[in-house]
């Protein structure tokens, strides 16, 4: 099992959403502790690193996968395409 390394935005995202979506997306992290790379799982191009991304209801979680540790660089809107414009900042 794989160790779940929440970034600093993702944290303070996840932790201003209600505690239902929330609850949900913690769900999927601890899923991916499992199976870092799911059916449902895609992988960016255009970036530095291997990213990869996941969708948990209405938000998306990009992540990197560097054994021992899964982490998490940003959690945002699914149909929000400012997820991949911060993530470009954070590559940069």
């Known amino acids: 099992m794989l160790t779940l390394d929440l970034g600093k935005q993702a944290d303070r995202f996840i932790q201003k959403l209600?505690?239902?979506h929330a609850a949900q997306i913690m769900r999927k992290?601890?899923?991916l502790q499992?199976?870092?790379y799911p059916p449902d799982h895609k992988l960016l191009r255009g970036?530095?690193?291997l990213y990869s991304r996941v969708?948990?209801?209405e938000y998306r979680i990009v992540y990197m996968v560097k054994?021992?540790?899964i982490i998490v660089r940003i959690v945002g809107k699914r149909n929000d395409?400012?997820?991949?414009?911060?993530l470009k900042?954070?590559?940069g």
Do not use: A
């Open 34 to 36: 499992t199976n870092p």
């Open 89 to 91: 900042r954070m590559d």
């Open 47 to 49: 970036f530095s690193y």
């Open 29 to 31: 992290l601890l899923e």
């Open 67 to 69: 054994s021992p540790l």
């Open 18 to 20: 209600p505690q239902k």
């Open 55 to 57: 969708d948990s209801g």
């Open 81 to 86: 395409n400012e997820v991949y414009k911060r």
